[in-house]
């Protein structure tokens, strides 16, 4: 098992920045890929970012050039890096992580929103 806990979200204007950070303990040996994905209201749960343990990084269109993420994998922690925010990035951002087995793991959600 793999257990997953975010922090840093909050609230900030648009134009401005917010780091979420993201720390595995348990079964993290077993980890391969990690990610952030986000929920607004009323809308299904999107993939933001994901990194690799070799640190190859994937990112949504909506996300690409405002968004880093980043893993230390010797703290088990990935982060995501926001800047030039926009209201429409406003949701509860999860972090995940997949095993080798493909197994799916889920953080509770920290809520990002960004005021007009």
């Given amino acids: 098992q793999v257990q997953l806990v975010e922090s840093g979200g909050g609230l900030v204007q648009a134009g401005g920045s917010l780091r979420l950070s993201c720390a595995a303990s348990g079964s993290v040996d077993n980890i391969n890929t990690m990610g952030w994905y986000r929920q607004a209201p009323g809308k299904q749960r999107e993939l933001v970012a994901t990194i ?3 640190g190859t990084t994937s990112y949504a269109g909506s996300v690409k050039g405002r968004f880093t993420i980043s893993r230390d994998n010797a703290k088990n922690s ?3 890096q926001m800047n030039s925010l926009k209201p429409e990035d406003t949701a509860v951002y999860y972090c995940n992580a997949i095993s080798r087995w493909l197994a799916y793991y ?3 959600g920290t809520q990002v929103t960004v005021s007009s």
């Fill in 106 to 108: 889920w953080g509770q």
């Fill in 52 to 54: 690799t343990r070799g």
């Fill in 78 to 80: 990935v982060y995501l």
